[in-house]
Nanobody, 110 residues
Framework: QVQVEESGGGLVQQGESLRLSCTASGSLDGVNPRGWFRQGPGTARNLVAAFVQPGIIYAPFVKDRFTMFRDNVKNTVYLQMTRLKPEDTGVYLC?????WGQGTQVTVSS
């Protein structure tokens, strides 16, 4: 079993930055992080950034503003978000293999 926990969300103003963290624990052999996804109210889960061998892909709406990186020792994936916009508001979820966390809420005010 794998447990996934996201953190770092909050309420910020337009133009500010946030760093999200996603830590996995448990039986992680052969379980790799997928990346970050975002879900708004009443909307589907959309890709924000994903690990695709050999690199990372970003959604067009976050490219050049968000950066995803990982710390393999800590089993943690980070999402550094800069120049945040109101349309970035949503619940940010992280996946490891078939396991997902509850998400962390990001709200950007104008």
């Amino acid at each position: 079993q794998v447990q996934v926990e996201e953190s770092g969300g909050g309420l910020v103003q337009q133009g500010e930055s946030l760093r999200l963290s996603c830590t996995a624990s448990g039986s992680l052999d052969g379980v790799n992080p997928r990346g970050w996804f975002r879900q708004g109210p009443g909307t589907a889960r959309n890709l924000v950034a994903a690990f695709v061998q050999p690199g990372i892909i970003y959604a067009p709406f976050v490219k050049d503003r968000f950066t995803m990186f990982r710390d393999n020792v800590k089993n943690t994936v980070y999402l550094q978000m800069t120049r945040l916009k109101p349309e970035d508001t949503g619940v940010y979820l992280c996946g490891w293999g078939d396991f997902w966390g509850q998400g962390t809420q990001v709200t950007v005010s104008s």
